[in-house]
């Protein structure tokens, strides 16, 4: 019976020595996780609900494509609805009428906290969540819907400050909250399902000011499948959408 209690004193001390202590200790354990697995491609349709007042105002049909870490489009409506916006690198390009009506400077939090940070080196990947708002010295653990969290960018109980929330258990992003623009943001990701070498979220839902804007239900979901780099080219846009 001492050796019995031993051991488990001996597993308990070493379990906590292990476990994350800062914000900088988890991104390390996800690099470890999942650095070189990670999905490199991946695409998805999804029912996109417009909120206004609480209120539904529209649904629309977005066409995704990603090609990680730095790659991102969405083709708006109909294959051949000629509206869409690239992201690609630090920039984004909107189109209208196969037209390109807007280029600007954005660096896309989501795309590098839901796969791109596993395709950087981890110094990079530290690098970059500090640079999107995240004070990696600020950690605490929590619990999210039933489920252990780690919350990297704030203090227990600190609500008006950046921080993402990853579940313990396969360390998948379920809630992020930024202040931009004198504005609180709020996406909330759920109904993860496993797919080649990583997870994804199927339902996501955005919030400005504590009022929900948008709700993202995905369909037909694709990982590690062929994407022609050329379809995140801005030159090269045209009416025929993601074909």
């Known amino acids: 019976m001492r050796k019995i209690v031993i051991a488990i004193i001996v597993l308990f001390i070493g379990s906590a020595m292990n476990s994350p202590k800062t914000g900088k200790d988890v991104i390390k354990i996800m690099h470890e996780k999942y650095a070189g697995k990670w999905y490199k491609t991946f695409s998805f349709n999804?029912?996109?609900?417009?909120?206004?007042?609480?209120?539904?105002?529209?649904?629309?049909?977005?066409?995704?494509?990603?090609?990680?870490?730095?790659?991102?489009?969405?083709?708006?409506?109909?294959?051949d609805s000629r509206k869409a916006v690239i992201f690609r690198n630090d920039s984004s390009y909107i189109f209208k009428n196969s037209k390109l009506i807007r280029a600007n400077y954005y660096q896309n939090d989501l795309l590098f906290l839901l796969g791109g940070m596993y395709f950087y080196p981890l110094d990079s990947a530290i690098s970059k969540m500090?640079?999107?708002?995240?004070?990696?010295?600020?950690?605490?653990?929590?619990?999210?819907?039933?489920?252990?969290?780690?919350?990297?960018g704030a203090?227990?109980?600190?609500?008006?400050?950046?921080?993402?929330?990853?579940?313990?258990?396969?360390?998948?992003?379920?809630?992020?909250?930024?202040?931009?623009?004198?504005?609180?943001?709020?996406?909330?990701?759920?109904?993860?399902?496993?797919?080649?070498?990583?997870?994804?979220?199927?339902?996501?839902?955005?919030?400005?000011?504590n009022k929900l804007i948008q709700v993202e239900k995905y369909h037909d979901l694709k990982s590690n499948i062929y994407i022609d780099s050329s379809v995140f080219e801005p030159a090269n846009f045209t009416k025929n959408g993601l074909q």
């Open 155 to 209: 203090n227990k109980n600190e609500d008006s400050v950046n921080q993402v929330w990853f579940e313990k258990e396969n360390y998948n992003l379920v809630r992020m909250i930024k202040f931009e623009n004198k504005r609180k943001e709020e996406t909330l990701l759920e109904n993860q399902v496993k797919l080649e070498g990583g997870f994804s979220e199927t339902l996501v839902k955005f919030y400005i000011d």
């Open 46 to 79: 999804q029912t996109t609900e417009i909120y206004k007042n609480d209120s539904l105002i529209r649904s629309e049909t977005w066409w995704e494509k990603i090609q990680f870490p730095k790659n991102f489009r969405i083709d708006f409506g109909n294959a």
């Open 130 to 152: 500090k640079a999107f708002g995240f004070n990696l010295n600020k950690f605490h653990e929590d619990s999210w819907k039933g489920k252990a969290v780690y919350v990297i």
